[in-house]
């Protein structure tokens, strides 16, 4: 449990890294020694201590790593700021934790835990275990699945980004009032874009030299290429409910460009909810080296207007298409 819960953490794209590190510190101490975390046990003995974990943090290169697991007074600082942030990210994660462990085959779904002992004895940290849901509350359970499934996708939440936490968490409600804004600033791009173009058309039939018509040419170009830059993702989107994330928005916490927009139906309400999500899978191909090796990317030409599953270590062979609904991929090289 404890070694798949580490490999979770790591994929994840949060901006403070430091809280990710205390968990993976504890995954890796929970390994070592799991006895330590048996809910019969002694509550002076139970889990383990702020020290012992901020001390396991050499192992990211922290600097003054070595000088936390002295000082006692420091050890009790950092710990009171990281924990609260890690739990934040653990809430935020919920999705991608039941998705990994499931995928990792393990029904115990721990819970982060702390505990204050009287008379100022340093906290002791952990999780508890709770069995496994015996419902999910994503309902795909509900959705046909066909006979042949090559490989089943694992959603990651991205919340690094200020920005894209709030797209991310909260949904962006495009009846909203901050969907109409957004609209609003999308029409008056628009009718722009299109009052430039007519100008540059009209600058055309005034133009008596070569170099004019050139110029006025390369004007226009550049400006359908914004425009297909700007609106180009956003028709992509509507149609197809699933999209790449504009490349402008890509560079703000991706580590890979494979972040994507996805709109889903919020049945409660009646209306769309824009998500910010990405997904991984592990590669059939290859096994055990290919965990987490799928990443969602374009089609390119081949599968022109698709998005497809490719494996970082044979992104044109080890091919899968994606489909966001189900969360299902099929070999595409057959
Ligand atoms: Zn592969």
Redo the contacts with the bound molecule.
């Keep these: 449990m404890a070694t798949a819960l580490d490999r979770i953490a790591a994929g994840w794209d949060e901006q403070q890294k430091r809280p990710i590190q205390v968990l993976r510190v504890l995954c890796e101490l929970a390994a070592q020694e799991p006895e330590r975390l048996r809910p019969d046990i002694d509550a002076e003995q139970w889990g383990f201590l702020g020290r012992e974990i901020l001390g396991g943090m050499s192992r990211f290169n922290v600097p003054g790593a070595a000088g936390w697991a002295v000082d006692q007074e420091k050890v009790k600082s950092r710990m009171q700021a990281h924990w609260p942030k890690l739990e934040a990210i653990w809430e935020r994660q919920q999705e991608s934790i039941e998705d990994g462990l499931d995928a990792a085959g393990v029904e115990l779904r721990p819970v982060l835990w702390s505990s204050v002992s009287a008379g100022g004895s340093p906290n002791r940290y952990g999780f508890r275990f709770d069995a496994r849901r015996a419902t999910r509350a994503g309902g795909s359970s509900r959705i046909g699945r066909l006979p042949r499934v090559d490989l089943e996708y694992r959603l990651q939440t991205i919340s690094g980004n200020r920005l894209i936490q709030w797209l991310s968490n909260q949904g962006f409600y495009l009846g909203g009032r901050a969907g109409k804004v957004y609209a609003g600033i999308n029409l008056a791009l628009f009718l722009a874009g299109v009052l430039l173009l007519w100008g540059v058309f009209v600058a055309m039939g005034h133009a008596t030299t070569t170099l004019d018509l050139l110029k006025i040419a390369i004007s226009w170009t550049t400006l359908l290429g914004l425009g297909y830059l700007v609106f180009a993702w956003q028709v992509r989107l509507v149609t197809n409910r699933v999209t790449l994330a504009p490349s402008l928005l890509q560079p703000l916490a991706s580590r890979y460009d494979d972040y994507l927009l996805e709109l889903r139906a919020d049945e409660a309400k009646g209306r769309n909810a824009l998500y910010m999500v990405r997904y991984v899978a592990d590669?059939p191909?290859?096994g055990d080296e290919?965990q987490d090796?799928i990443y969602i990317a374009s089609g390119r030409r081949e599968f022109h207007g698709r998005l497809v599953g490719r494996?970082r270590?044979?992104p044109n062979e080890?091919l899968f298409s994606f489909d966001h609904v189900t969360r299902q991929g099929r070999y595409l090289r057959d």
Excluded: T
């Design positions: 590669c191909i290859c290919g090796q494996c270590r044979a080890h």
